[in-house]
């Protein structure tokens, strides 16, 4: 069984091209069989990008990027973005849709959650994460962001409400200074973590 959290999808790759109107802005972005969300933007991203506290001096790490809708987004709202995953299929779409909508202050990154940002820090980490990669990674994801982050610094994470959202509210509260519910709906919740 592949998952979107594999290194390499083991189903026959299919694109889509989907049009999407997020934070007031038009984007288009190529969705892919094997990457998170083939032929739509998630209810939970749309939540996460809609609600993120951003700032036009700050320097972002979108983790777990999939086809690169946060990073993107968030690209036209920050002055620069990092964004990460371990799913190749997911890199290779993610940097033909930084083309597709002009994006010049974000890059694109292979690897296992932190490792390619390894000595980085940033303003904020954004990530829909990938809950069924497991409680190991889900722990790893908030645990280490502390260490990726600039003193008052916020990890903003979306989860299911009835998936685990107690469980990361739980962590988050464990391992930073503050938590805060800032957005809630379509059964998800986003929290903001301040380091």
Same mark, same amino acid.
């Given at each position: 069984m592949s998952h979107y959290y594999s290194e390499e999808p083991s189903v026959p790759l299919k694109t889509k091209m989907i049009e999407v109107v997020v934070r007031?802005?038009?984007? #288009?972005?190529? +969705?892919?069989?094997? %990457?998170?969300?083939?032929? #739509? @933007?998630?209810?939970? +991203?749309? @939540?996460l990008i809609e609600s993120a506290i951003l700032d036009k001096?700050?320097? %972002?790490?979108? @983790?777990?990027?999939?086809?690169? %809708?946060?990073?993107?987004? *968030?690209s036209r709202f920050v002055k620069r973005v990092v964004m990460v995953d371990i799913n190749k299929r997911a890199v290779s779409i993610a940097k033909k849709n930084l083309k597709i909508n002009n994006v010049k202050n974000a890059e694109v990154r292979w690897g296992h959650l932190y490792e390619p940002v390894k000595g980085e820090r940033?303003?904020?980490?954004i990530t829909n994460p990938p809950v069924h990669a497991g409680k190991d990674v889900l722990?790893?994801? %908030?645990?280490? *962001?502390?260490?990726? @982050?600039?003193?008052?610094g916020l990890l903003q994470i979306v989860i299911r409400t009835n998936q685990g959202a107690k469980y990361i509210k739980g962590l988050m509260e464990e391992?930073? #200074?503050?938590?805060?519910?800032?957005a809630k709906g379509?059964?998800?919740?986003?929290? *903001?973590?301040?380091?």
């Open positions: 007031g802005e038009r984007f #288009k972005f190529i +969705t892919a069989s094997g %990457v998170f969300s083939f032929g #739509k @933007l998630d209810l939970g +991203t749309k @939540l001096d700050w320097e %972002v790490l979108d @983790l777990g990027c999939g086809y690169g %809708v946060i990073g993107i987004v *968030a940033f303003h904020s980490i722990r790893e994801i %908030v645990i280490n *962001a502390p260490h990726h @982050l600039y003193d008052g391992n930073f #200074k503050e938590v805060k519910e800032i379509s059964g998800f919740r986003v929290y *903001a973590g301040i380091a």
